[in-house]
């Protein structure tokens, strides 16, 4: 749950995937490490919307100004996954983001062999 935490999780991640407690195979020990990337990768979202697309568009790249409240939509976005993996992973829901959660699987994947 503690990789979900907006913009602090990640260190949560990264804690649990350098731990030598969760490399095993058990199903508990793979969702910890799914939940781990996924929560990363979250937090990678976040960045690149916050360092490369809301600056671009409040530049105006190819819109004028018009583009600089789609910045702020993906962030509320980005802020909202949180929220909402934060109340799955406390009800002990198994949920896959679009995309980044695919990306999370198969990292789990990589790390069995």
Not at 28 to 47: K, S
Not at 100 to 113: C, D, H, L, T, Y
Request: aromatic share 12%; glycine share 8%.
């Amino acid at each position: 749950m503690l990789c979900y935490i907006p913009w602090l999780g990640w260190i949560a991640s990264i804690i649990v995937l350098a731990s030598r407690r969760y490399k095993g195979n058990t199903p508990d020990e793979r969702e910890v490490r799914f939940h781990a990337f996924q929560g990363l990768y979250l937090f990678v979202a976040w960045l690149i919307v916050d360092w490369v697309i809301s600056p671009a568009m409040r530049f105006g790249v190819g819109m004028g100004h018009a583009g600089a409240p789609l910045g702020g939509l993906l962030h509320l976005v980005v802020v909202a996954a949180w929220i909402v993996m934060l109340i799955k992973v406390s009800h002990w829901e198994h949920y896959r983001l679009p995309i980044i959660g695919e990306m999370a699987e198969r990292s789990v994947e990589e790390q069995r062999v």
